[in-house]
């Protein structure tokens, strides 16, 4: 529902002044249309989540989740060929935040936190300066990819992962778009944006970087060794590795750093093909720099007296966001094999989104204060190849990321049956946060869980700076394949709908470990469907539509697998209920 408001000449020369456009001699009329929202988010978390040991653990509880309200507001301005549109959000979190002082009892902002969210500030002309010119500018989301909520080729604006109900979203950024029409049915687009934003994670992000086992080095013999070292650190003297710092490195607002993208786009046979370009970066942060510091003084934990460390490695970490190219293929429509029995039967929809991502390499450098361990460690950079030099050879830092080219694609199906159940079915090749190269195309693998084998000599290995006969891996190729099936279920005359919707991660697990008998390293393939590799979403939704602008809804997201699999790792946040009110007007 909206209103509908019209104003007199007055205003519209005034408005049409303020946009450098001289009025015509018959003034269009203003026409005002605002519309808006109130919803209520209620979740439970079914079992606590977490990682680290007594002295680094980060957990979060199990109980309420989240307790949101949120009141949507929209306004959209039509004056002739030009339009606006401003859409905010005002949230309360719901949650209190860290009382530090008696002081805090005093501050609503403390005891009730809010916050202004805008999904939407901009003005677009139609047929600007020439005929078929289009220009938007301002606060905005571009959206041109096709495939249902994961779309490797919107690039533009960052990912917003704070609710995982909600994913696909994105944040709106300041942008300058034009749109050329070449004819009715195909256009060239360009978007310029100035500053870049990094993707918005949710409260569970944390838990990823602090599993310190999941090194990040491409480098398998760098990786082997760092984990005998970290191994000998804690069970011979006493220092496990924690995560200290971790610090964000946002790009400077420079003119090297803008984002631009282009896009073809037109229909054929009714079918839509679209071409893009992206030159920008990704939005998920890779890590820059670890610094590892000492901090001593023995410490137990308060449940058994007798577990005690001598104290801590603290790491502290700096992420950077990596440049990339993307070369980006939509295309979608929809296919009939069913008309020659009849025109009654529906066609099945497809489509089809695929990125071609040409990433930036990125290193590391490691540094360490002075350590005073049972062998102390000077101050310095870490000697990555075991020359008993710092550094690397030719000063090269060990990489995080190469520059291999690597593809990400979604091609999915859907159909209509009658007007009450409809099915979706699609294969993803690589999730938002997944980046680099490796894959069934070409190797490449990210830990998912390290340590040391029992009875291995974590000493020796650390001395001879070789640790490929004491560490246990399992890895996981860089992009996963993933099986979405997901189903509509209308019914009480449309006012109702029960919404299944399933991810399954189909991509196989390496455990690598070494073999005395053979006397190498040795893999064991860990397989999608087994105990040990299955990993899965379940997403059951229940809504009702009351009319009146009100509905209400109930579900859950069940996220299931081992720690060191895709869905079921910590860092998911674990298995909600939730129940959510929404009243439109």
Known sequence: MYRHVRRGSAIACALALLLGIAPSAQADELELDWSGRIQSDLRFRMQPVGVGDWYSRQELPAGVERNWNTLGLKLEADYGRFHGVAAVDFVWSGYPERMTAVGDLSRIEKADPYRLEARAVYM???????????????????????????????????????????????????????????SEDWSISGVVVPIFKPAMLPL???????????LPFVSDSLRQRVVAEQAAAQTLFGHPTIIGNVTPVMPDPTFDNMQVAYRIAGTIKEHDIALSYYNGRTDFPQPRSNHTRQALGRRCNPTDANDCVEGLLLTDVTLEYPRMHVYGLNATGEVNPFSWISEEINGIGYRFEGALVVPQSQSIRLTNDELALGIPQAAGEYDYDGDGQPGGPGGREPLVVDDTPFLKWVLGLDYTFGEHVYVNAMWVHGLVDEY??????????????????????VLACA??????????EILRPRLGDYVVLGADFKFANQAGMFRLFTILDATPLVEETWDDEQGKRVRRTISPLSAEGFSMVIFPELDYNFGNGLELAAGALLQLGKPYTKFGSPETGGSTVFTRAKYSF
């Open 124 to 182: 677009e002309a139609e047929g600007l300066f020439v005929k078929g010119l289009d220009l938007r500018i301002g606060q905005q989301v571009v959206s041109w990819g096709v495939g249902d909520q994961f779309n490797p080729t919107n690039n533009l604006n960052s990912d917003d992962l704070r609710d995982p109900l909600l994913f696909g979203r994105q944040i709106a950024n300041f942008m300058v778009k034009a749109d050329y029409w070449i």
């Open 204 to 214: 569970s992000g944390s838990l990823a970087v602090a599993q310190l086992d999941r």
């Open 436 to 457: 680099g190269a490796g894959d069934w195309i070409k190797e490449g693998y990210v830990v998912r869980q390290s340590g040391t084998l029992d009875g291995s000599n």
């Open 463 to 472: 001395l001879s700076k070789n640790g490929e006969t004491c560490s246990r």
